[in-house]
């Protein structure tokens, strides 16, 4: 019997609530996690899981035993990595989830960066603004783009992300540029339709009222690439995070409105499970993209040319 073997198959039936989600998981047949957790609690004459035929549960012994093997784990970890990095190699396998257009469009590049300094490691990457559960589903960290409130996470901000009202100059010299955000009423607007309350905007007015604007899309949708050639389309007016549209602006083909209103402040996150342990790679990595984000970003340098 491979007692680190089994207690890490244990660690992830508990994490995946299922014998089917660790063995998806690890790689290997149903039966071999099946095996695994029968040797394990005969080596330790307990019973770890409450078993029905929906779900598994853990007793209280299980809960004590789970978190006595991560520590297990999480120091043999540890050791493995401080030898890598005594040898000056950073290697192994990172599993991260990115919001679609962000990590298209800016952490694909600092991706391809990263790995010409570490050639070792491995990538696994989700592209996709849905929510994901890291532990369930087995990512090493996340980027997330939102105002978080989850605190079983923990989060390193990368970057402010600033959002901007644009719209194409054809579009403006047709129906006319708005003055106020309640002129926005009888504009044509295009909505992302991922957020919970789409037919409003909400601004911060030059004396930081906040102002919920209600808006009536034309066009709503769930990606803001899409939003975006919309708007150079002239179809109507946007409100969308700046990094999406700055080359757009830079160039002419949007023009930037209602500049003395701003959005409700929002970050680029990395974000990981609160575990005693984060590996070297993780770390390494997360490090890297907060050097690489720090100060004015980028796609907002346009701001400061046409102060």
């Known amino acids: 019997m491979n007692r680190f073997e089994n207690m890490h198959t244990f660690v992830r039936v508990v994490e995946t609530g299922s014998i089917s989600g660790a063995a998806d998981r690890l790689g290997v047949a149903k039966s071999v ?96 603004d849905r929510q994901v559960d890291l532990m369930a589903e087995g990512f090493d960290l996340a980027v997330r783009i939102a105002s978080l409130a989850d605190s079983s996470l923990i989060a390193r901000r990368l970057a402010v992300i600033e959002a901007v009202i644009c719209a194409s100059p054809a579009y403006l010299e047709r129906r006319g540029i708005p003055e106020s955000a309640n002129d926005l009423m009888h504009h044509q607007c295009l909505a992302y339709n991922l957020l919970r309350d789409y037919n409003h905007w909400h601004l911060y007015d030059s004396e930081k009222n906040l102002i919920k604007t209600r808006i009536h899309p034309c066009l709503k949708a769930s990606n803001g690439e899409f939003l975006r050639d919309a708007a150079v389309n002239d179809l109507g007016i946007i409100l969308i995070p700046s990094f999406i549209v700055y080359r757009e602006i830079e160039r002419g083909a949007l023009v930037p409105l209602l500049t003395d209103y701003r959005c409700p402040a929002i970050a680029a996150y990395a974000i990981y499970p609160q575990t005693r342990y984060l590996s070297q790679r993780v770390r390494v990595f997360i490090d890297f993209l907060a050097a690489r984000f720090q100060g004015t970003p980028y796609w907002d340098l346009y701001r400061q040319k046409t102060v």
């Open 33 to 128: 996690v099946s095996r695994r957790l029968k040797e394990l609690e005969t080596h330790l004459s307990a019973t770890l899981f409450h078993r029905t035929t929906r779900q598994m549960t853990l007793t209280e012994i299980g809960r004590t035993f789970y978190h006595q093997s991560l520590r297990i784990l999480d120091d043999l970890l540890e050791a493995e990595h401080a030898v890598s990095e005594a040898h000056g190699t950073l290697q192994g396998s990172l599993k991260v989830a990115l919001p679609l257009s962000f990590g298209l469009m800016h952490l694909g590049p600092a991706i391809d960066e990263f790995l010409q300094v570490h050639p070792q490691i491995e990538f696994d990457l989700d592209f996709n």
